[in-house]
Nanobody, 124 residues
Framework: QVQLVESGGGLVQAGGSLRLSCAASGRFFSRYVMGWFRQAPGKERELVARSAWSGGTTYYAESVKGRFTISTDNAKNTVYLQMNSLKPDDTAVYYC?????????????????WGQGTQVTVSS
């Protein structure tokens, strides 16, 4: 079993920054792929960024490329999402997720464990 707990959300003005954290615990989570998703009201949950826990190839949605950075800290068992140059369109609940298998990682259904979500609101 893997437990994921997000933190770091909040209210920020457009152009500002936030760093989300996802503290992970449980067996074998270091072998998983970690993803950050977001879901805005009335919209489907979408993948924002993902990375293998050990690093290596990362993926970013086109809408956040150059602004968001996913990173992992093995010593702290924590995954981060650094969000810069935030826009009102980034407003959503952000979720951390872990996948045991390395396929179809663009789909939320491929992830086995989820955090409770943290609200990010960007004002114009």
């Amino acid at each position: 079993q893997v437990q994921l707990v997000e933190s770091g959300g909040g209210l920020v003005q457009a152009g500002g920054s936030l760093r989300l954290s996802c503290a992970a615990s449980g067996r074998f989570f270091s072998r998983y792929v970690m993803g950050w998703f977001r879901q805005a009201p009335g919209k489907e949950r979408e993948l924002v960024a993902r990375s293998a826990w050990s690093g290596g190839t990362t993926y970013y949605a086109e809408s956040v490329k150059g602004r968001f950075t996913i990173s992992t800290d093995n010593a702290k068992n924590t995954v981060y999402l650094q969000m810069n140059s935030l826009k009102p369109d980034d407003t959503a609940v952000y979720y951390c997720a872990a996948a045991r298998n390395f396929y179809r990682l663009e789909y939320a259904s491929s992830y086995d464990y989820w955090g409770q979500g943290t609200q990010v609101t960007v004002s114009s």
